[in-house]
């Protein structure tokens, strides 16, 4: 078993039962004793757990719903470290731009203890974030889309356009040679808002996504100024991002 997939079988042994002990993660994982105190130290040093005596268990800003109404998402152990260097990014006073999504949802968790005023267009992430931490939260107006968890105004006005932000987070379908896609009309119409009123706009994509192709174009890579994705991100796609105008940032 890669790294990767020890470090996914931890998250998911920790978020079932917070605390886990170091047995019982070597039987789940099928690490050696020595190969799992490594991981756990990895882990701990990302944020991700607390290491303690006999195992280890979740830590406190990361101790809400991983998944969500997301199912069983894939790849949650990327997404979470996605999602903590999304959240490490941000200053406490900041007004930011949080979009529905999978990985956008576990900024949740690392947002706890924060001082902000975060706009989102996605229920979950709202009631997360008004349920488990002193955020100011503003929800944008319209109608919830069930399947996308996620609030769209059918008549198409720009809320965001009333305030000031300093960063938005957007969760995407796909990023090609070309830039960012997706393949839902609501969708891209709300992350064109929201691109908008950023002043500094970041993609958070796992690795899975790069040369995954909606049939819509949201954006090229010159309307971005960072993305954040995992260590899966292959060379050939390392280099084509490096000729861009952007920052990317792997963890």
């Known amino acids: 078993m890669i790294e990767r997939e020890r470090h996914q079988q931890i998250i998911d042994q920790l978020h079932q039962r917070r605390f886990a002990s170091t047995i019982e993660l070597c039987q789940a994982t099928g690490a050696s004793e020595a190969t799992l105190r490594r991981d756990l130290a990895k882990l701990d040093k990302q944020g ?3 290491r303690v005596h006999g195992g280890a268990e979740l830590i406190a800003s990361a101790d809400l719903p991983s998944v969500g109404p997301y199912g069983e998402a894939d790849q949650l152990d990327a997404k979470m470290r996605i999602a903590k260097a ?3 990014m941000i200053e406490d006073g900041e007004t930011i731009i949080i979009d529905s999504g999978s990985t956008t949802f576990q900024m949740c968790g690392f947002l706890k203890q924060r001082q902000l005023t975060i706009l989102t267009n996605s229920f979950p992430i709202a009631e997360q974030l008004y349920h488990h ?3 100011t939260v503003v929800l944008s107006p319209g109608e919830i889309a069930r399947h996308h968890h996620a609030i769209f105004n059918p008549f ?3 809320y965001f356009a009333h305030y000031s932000c300093s960063k938005v987070f957007l969760g995407v379908q796909g ?6 896609t997706n ?4 969708v891209i119409q709300a992350e064109q808002q929201m691109l908008r009123h950023g002043k500094q706009r970041i993609i ?6 790069f040369g995954r192709e909606g049939n819509l174009r949201l954006c090229s890579y010159e309307d971005i ?3 954040i994705t995992d260590s899966g991100i292959d060379e050939q796609t390392k280099m084509m991002l490096a000729k861009r105008a952007l920052k990317l940032i792997i963890v």
């Open 86 to 88: 999304a959240a490490d």
């Open 225 to 227: 100024d960072c993305i």
């Open 183 to 186: 393949v839902d009309t609501q």
């Open 48 to 50: 991700l757990i607390q």
């Open 204 to 209: 958070l994509a796992d690795s899975s996504k």
């Open 156 to 158: 198409g006005e720009d």
């Open 133 to 135: 931490s002193d955020n």
């Open 175 to 180: 990023l090609d040679e070309v830039g960012v």
